[in-house]
């Protein structure tokens, strides 16, 4: 029988449709190396079982537990399998990608067994008395620290807000018995698929992102910024301001009421920086901002900043680039 280390960390790994590990799982599995032993549940169909542990032993997992999955329920079976597995591994910490699903699973997870749940972590750290979840909160003015007072303590961690990854290790595989809870599961009828025509990255979870905003001043104009996030390698994202004159559609709004990301570089363009702007992007690793206004509050978090025109400043830095890489 597998023993598990009194300090080890439980990792839920989210599995694409395809069967492979979702990009979230690294940066899961490199927080909880930080602080602790990373023991990994993947709850997916049999067949992927095996790739989908070898995959998580190579991003750092000591043991993975594998359990099977009604294709059709959402949450619920993974709800299931979180409660076996914490009944078998006695974590000190469960951490949970901050996605919708991830979202869903932990939250189920600490209702049913009344443990404390943080929510949107950038960070999980330790002190003496156990394990910690870091957060950047009102729009990213203030940086906190969440710890339990009793019991294993939830966190749902915001994708690619943690850049340190674990050594690569032979995972050992644990096929984890688990006790169906038959509790109501919203279920999945019937899905198309949709062929994805981007080969951008996707903008949670994205290591480079660069966004537009008002001072595009127009739909087409807004090409330039996916111009440059091509030739960066980067997803693309917007300001409401952009979203809201039509520029591009709502799922590229980054901010309070859009997506939150964490990327290791985030290229600001023609956005002003207001509160609510900040808040979705202030824990990038290096924030670059163009913009006509030198007072700008954009620049007061760059660390980089041009003034000046960016229909005249991007145009050459994407000549510069694309000279670079020729
Ligand atoms: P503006 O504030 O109009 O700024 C445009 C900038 O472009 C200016 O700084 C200007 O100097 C510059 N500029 C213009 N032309 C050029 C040029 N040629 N070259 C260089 N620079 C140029 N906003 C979000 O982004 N995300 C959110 O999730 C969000 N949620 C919100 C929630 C609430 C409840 C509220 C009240 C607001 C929210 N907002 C959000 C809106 C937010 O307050 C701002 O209005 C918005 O972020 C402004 O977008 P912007 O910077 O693109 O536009």
């Given amino acids: 029988m597998t023993e598990y280390a009194a ?20 940066g899961l599995l490199g927080a909880a190396a930080e602080v602790g032993t990373p023991v990994a549940l993947v ?10 542990a070898q995959a998580a032993g190579r991003l750092g997992a000591a043991t993975v537990l594998t359990a099977e999955t009604d294709a059709g329920a959402l949450t619920v079976p993974a709800t299931d399998a979180l409660v076996a597995a914490v009944d078998l591994v006695g974590p000190e910490a469960v951490v949970v990608a901050h996605s919708i699903e991830g979202r869903d699973v932990a939250g189920r997870f600490a209702a049913r067994v009344g443990a404390a749940l943080a929510v949107d972590a950038v960070g999980v750290t330790r002190d003496d008395d156990g394990v910690l979840a870091e957060h950047s909160v009102y729009g990213g003015a203030y940086n906190v620290t969440s710890a339990p007072t009793f019991g294993v303590f939830v966190i749902t961690v915001r994708q690619g ?34 062929t ?6 996707e903008l949670r979870g994205a290591a480079k992102v660069v966004s537009g905003g008002r001072g595009l001043g127009s739909g087409e104009k807004f090409a330039l910024v996916e111009e440059f ?19 591009v559609p709502s799922s590229y709004q980054v901010g309070q009421t ?7 570089l985030y290229v600001a363009l023609g956005i002003s920086g207001a ?16 913009n006509k206004d030198p007072d700008a ?23 510069a680039l694309e000279a670079k890489q020729a």
């Fill in 229 to 247: 996030a091509d030739v960066l390698g980067a997803a693309v994202g917007a300001s409401r301001a952009a979203v809201d004159a039509g520029y």
């Fill in 7 to 26: 300090d080890s960390i439980l990792v839920l790994l989210e599995a694409t449709p395809g069967g492979e590990l979702a990009s979230s799982a690294a």
């Fill in 275 to 290: 509160i609510q702007h900040r808040a979705g992007m202030q824990t990038a690793t290096t924030i670059v901002a163009v």
């Fill in 196 to 201: 994805a025509t981007s080969s951008r990255p």
């Fill in 258 to 264: 859009g997506v939150s990301v964490s990327p290791q």
């Fill in 43 to 52: 709850v997916a169909p049999a067949a992927s079982h095996a790739s989908l």
């Fill in 161 to 194: 807000a943690v850049q340190v990854r674990a050594d690569a290790r032979e995972a050992s595989v644990v096929a984890l018995s688990v006790l169906a809870s038959d509790l109501p599961a919203a279920r999945v009828e019937s899905f198309e698929q949709v």
């Fill in 297 to 319: 509050p954009i620049f007061e978090i760059a660390d980089f900043g041009v003034v000046g025109d960016l229909f005249t400043v991007v145009p050459q830095a994407i000549a």
